[in-house]
């Protein structure tokens, strides 16, 4: 029940013209520029396709286009593997699982807790008008924490704006993410020695800026690996598909991480491609892609891992597919049931991340129910102290808005700060919140 599998894929020639034949041996070569054709051939005279880093075979057919001669042949690709270790009631498969010490087991569930009840509060904040739009995290959380905790602290960690779990795992202060979220750019403020870029709302455009983190990095002669998160909707974005190409190319040290929650806002998966899976998308670019599920932390972890392992070892980018579910809302400003049904979600609930997680610790004896009351009350505890440290720094003015819009103000800039300081002080009111 729980295994790796492989998704076969197609490869179908398009009829008609525009169909050209395989270069003759040694053409269209630049001098300087590795050929894509090898200097064999074989005995129906076709020349053997390789790549630099990648070489597809040809099968050989032994029927010709009708009225031709030209022969028909089928180019054997990849398989996309599929990934699961910890099914949806908490069994796992001994011989896929991980050696993950308790320690490090215990401090997962920690931040999956504090990430869990973070949520939860920061809703609650939202509909008090005590913070702008927040982008909940609820049936995420698995897919994230499995796979930042497969990085080194020299790794870089390029989220876009729903992987703040993340953040948590890598010790970023719970006030400065409320900051954030109450409009306060300093909430993004990258701690001191974290290898870490703020989060980023324009869809997939964090990704190109992952790929230079990741190249400059191996031109530097660094031994890091770059992570990047986007979602299923940013897949079918040029700039993803610009980062993969440029990767794949350059065998940057890169792994690509697409969280699939089958919802790009309120388009749903089957509408944004035809594709039957994200992840042999990356056969296209020359490197390998995997199908995991998104819900389970242990085939995030392994997945990740060894795509990491992979990149650090100079063999290039790696497209990871975690297949997930969002069980909340997209942002506080979206109402998902406008688009879709109370049975789907119903569905996905019954494969949501955290109890599979807890039934897995309680089996190992690494968690007990005592342990998740007293881990409750101690994350809610950091929670509520955050949210005070937070909001006794929310101390802006009104006239902050003029604030780094420019380096060098320009005068009408000047002129309609100088009108609101007027009016602010007119009225009595300095401009505080």
Avoid at 279 to 286: D, E, L, R, S
Avoid at 334 to 345: G, H, I, L, N, Q
Wanted: proline share 6%.
């Amino acid at each position: 029940m729980i295994h790796r599998e492989g998704f076969q894929g197609e490869w179908r020639k398009a009829e008609g013209r525009g169909n050209h034949p395989l270069p003759s041996r040694g053409s269209g070569r630049v001098e300087g520029q590795e050929s894509l054709v090898d200097d064999e051939v074989d005995e129906t005279g076709l020349p053997t396709l390789t790549g630099p880093h990648r070489c597809w075979t040809i099968r050989k057919g032994d029927h010709a286009r009708e009225g031709g001669s030209v022969p028909r042949q089928t180019l054997d690709v990849p398989e996309v593997e599929q990934l699961t270790i910890l099914d949806s009631e908490g069994h796992v498969d001994a011989d896929l699982e991980p050696a993950i010490p308790p320690g490090d087991l215990r401090r997962l569930y920690r931040t999956f807790l504090l990430a869990r009840r973070f949520d939860e509060r920061m809703l609650r904040l939202q509909r008090q008008g005590r913070i702008g739009t927040f982008g909940p995290i609820r049936g995420h959380e698995a897919a994230v924490l499995g796979s930042v905790y497969a990085l080194r602290p020299s790794d870089w960690l390029v989220p876009y704006y729903r992987e703040w779990p993340a953040y948590m795992w890598r010790d970023w202060p719970l006030d400065n993410l409320i900051l954030y979220y109450a409009g306060y750019s300093e909430g993004m403020r990258v701690p001191d020695g974290n290898r870490d870029l703020p989060l980023c709302i324009p869809i997939a455009s964090q990704v190109p800026h992952a790929v230079g983190v990741a190249y400059a990095a191996r031109l530097k002669g660094e031994d890091s690996v770059t992570l990047v998160y986007f979602g299923d909707g940013a897949s079918s974005h040029g700039d993803c598909q610009e980062a993969m190409n440029f990767a794949g190319v350059f065998q940057a040290p890169l792994v690509f991480y697409c969280l699939n929650n089958q919802w790009a806002i309120s388009l749903p998966r089957a509408r944004q491609t035809h594709a039957r899976t994200i992840a042999q998308k990356a056969i296209a670019y020359g490197f390998p892609g995997v199908q995991i599920d998104g819900n389970d932390l242990l085939a995030a972890y392994v997945a990740t891992r060894e795509a990491v392992e992979r990149a650090r070892r100079g063999d290039g980018p790696t497209l990871i597919e975690a297949v997930t579910y969002r069980l909340s809302l997209h942002t506080t400003a979206d109402d998902p049931t406008k688009y879709r049904s109370a049975d789907e979600v119903k569905a996905w609930e019954a494969k949501e991340p955290m109890p599979r997680f807890r039934r897995y610790l309680e089996a190992k004896s690494v968690l007990t129910e005592a342990d998740h009351v007293a881990l409750e009350a101690e994350v809610d505890a950091e929670i509520r102290d955050a949210i005070e440290r937070a909001e006794a720094r929310m101390q802006a003015s009104l006239l902050d808005v003029f604030e780094h819009v420019y380096a060098e103000p320009t005068p009408e800039l000047l002129a309609q700060r100088e009108e609101l300081r007027r009016h602010l002080a007119a009225s009595g009111d300095g401009g505080a919140r």
